[in-house]
């Protein structure tokens, strides 16, 4: 009996030990991991900006910015410095989404991404509904980088106006019997510069051919007419003329020829 009253005193010291504060305080219980720090993306240094979708980070892997189309070509410059103000140098949280593509976080936990569509730097891709989305159509709306640039459609190739034309044919029948017709044609010089020396071509559509001319010398083969000029009537200063006329045969329609070319140049028609 005496025995199992020492048991029970030495039981009550240990659990009394056990719960006794240490310098007046009490001992901390033990922590155990946090699920939200074990699943945090890993964190590394932009080091090079290629463009407003692309970098290289610090351990040498260069990767692409998921979700966000190519830079177009008036607005790469704008996407590439955004990107360059944003990221380079930086801490970033990395999330692989595929081989070779990313998400990019900033430290305060703004998505890269949404920020440069947001400020209508680049243009998303693969995207349907949803933040990027609803950006998207906002820095649109607002005009805001490559939208205020009218560069949404800019990876088209530009077109470049043709020169005006430096000249303007009319070609007039003046007369027609059966089997022959007589036509004048004038040249006008509509530009600056001085012609000296001309060659004037046209196309016969209904097989017609020149017989005799005068002003001029022609020379045809099959419907392709080349008239030469004659000495006097070489030069046609700017905002002159000359005129030429020719006797033809025909036989049937005898339209109009639809083109002119001066010295290689195509003219209008009046």
Known sequence: MAARKHILVLLTLLTAACTAEHDGRALPAPRS?????EGKAPSTKVSA????RTVD????????ISLLAEP????AAAAREFATKTL???DVSVTSVSPGEVSLALPDG???ALAAVRAGMLRTAGVEGGPLTEAETKASQAKLGLWGQNCSDSTAPSTVPPPPSPCVVVYRITSQ????????VTVRNVSTALIDGWTLRWRFADGQTVSQMWNATVSQSGAEVSVTNAGYT???VADGSVSIGFNGAVSGPNSVPESFTLNDAPCTTG
């Not at 991991?33 to 720090?37: L, R």
């Open 57 to 64: 980070l610090a351990d040498g892997t260069r990767a692409r």
């Open 49 to 52: 900006v290629v463009d407003g």
């Open 177 to 184: 019997w059966p089997g022959s017709f007589q036509a004048d």
């Open 72 to 75: 177009t070509s008036c607005g």
């Open 234 to 236: 070489a030069l046609i």
């Open 88 to 90: 380079l140098g930086k």
């Open 110 to 112: 703004t998505d890269y």
């Open 33 to 37: 991991s946090s699920p939200a720090s």
